[in-house]
T-cell receptor, first 112, second 115 residues
Framework: DAKTTQPNSMESNEEEPVHLPCNHS???????IHWYRQLPSQGPEYVIH???SNVNNRMASLAIAEDRKSSTLILHRATLRDAAVYYC?????????????FGGGTRLMVKP | GAVVSQHPSRVICKSGTSVKIECRSL??????MFWYRQFPKQSLMLMAT?????????EQGVEKDKFLINHASLTLSTLTVTSAHPEDSSFYIC???????????FGPGTRLTVL
């Protein structure tokens, strides 16, 4: 799987939007962009995924660059419960059940 | 839907004993489950891929005779850490693949402490 690069940590104020960046310059045409988050002492939780178009769900939005070499996870109003490690992962869509390779992720800290 | 459970959530054992961790998909059938290990302040590392009715596929560096994986049904995979030692202390996480969602869903994790 192609590699992703994320900042080690970010800080946000409560109730403000958060933009979490991810670079994936070696992404292939068959790679989906997935985001998971892991709250302290819990297993990862699916957040969102996309291929080419921007995506929205109840948790977040995913903005994908036109060349697909980067993407941004957007939390519209951060809450204290959003403090977690956020992982950006590429997964080849031709291998539907394939394993996920976790990088270091971004540790998001939310200040009250 | 798409809930994955793990049991136990926490286990403390003496060095040399074996520990079994269960991973269940509660409301769906999973032909493929995955086992990960996470040391403090590190990311998840895949240990093995478990396919129902067949032998697990282990990642390089993971001892298959030490980490026994059984996937006997479409809703249950087990990981047995044999002759556990303090260096095996870690957070063990499973996931189950749901084809209709094309997604993996993760269990809450099991924290193993070997004294």
């Amino acid at each position: 799987d192609a590699k992703t690069t994320q900042p080690n940590s970010m800080e946000s104020n409560e109730e403000e939007p958060v933009h979490l960046p991810c670079n994936h310059s070696t992404i292939s045409g068959t790679d989906y962009i997935h985001w998971y988050r892991q709250l302290p002492s819990q297993g990862p939780e699916y957040v969102i995924h996309g291929l080419t178009s921007n995506v929205n769900n109840r948790m977040a939005s995913l903005a994908i660059a036109e060349d697909r070499k980067s993407s941004t996870l957007i939390l519209h109003r951060a809450t204290l419960r959003d403090a977690a490690v956020y992982y950006c992962i590429l997964r080849d869509r031709t291998n539907a059940g394939n394993m996920l390779t976790f990088g270091g992720g971004t540790r998001l800290m939310v200040k009250p | 839907g798409a809930v994955v459970s793990q049991h136990p959530s926490r286990v403390i054992c003496k060095s040399g004993t074996s520990v079994k961790i269960e991973c269940r998909s509660l409301d769906f059938q999973a032909t493929t489950m995955f086992w990960y290990r996470q040391f403090p302040k590190q990311s998840l590392m895949l240990m093995a891929t478990s396919n129902e009715g067949s032998k697990a596929t282990y990642e390089q560096g993971v001892e298959k005779d030490k980490f026994l994986i059984n996937h006997a049904s479409l809703t249950l995979s087990t990981l047995t850490v044999t002759s556990a030692h303090p260096e095996d202390s870690s957070f063990y996480i499973c996931s189950a693949y749901l084809p209709s969602y094309n997604e993996q869903f993760f269990g809450p994790g099991t924290r193993l402490t070997v004294l």
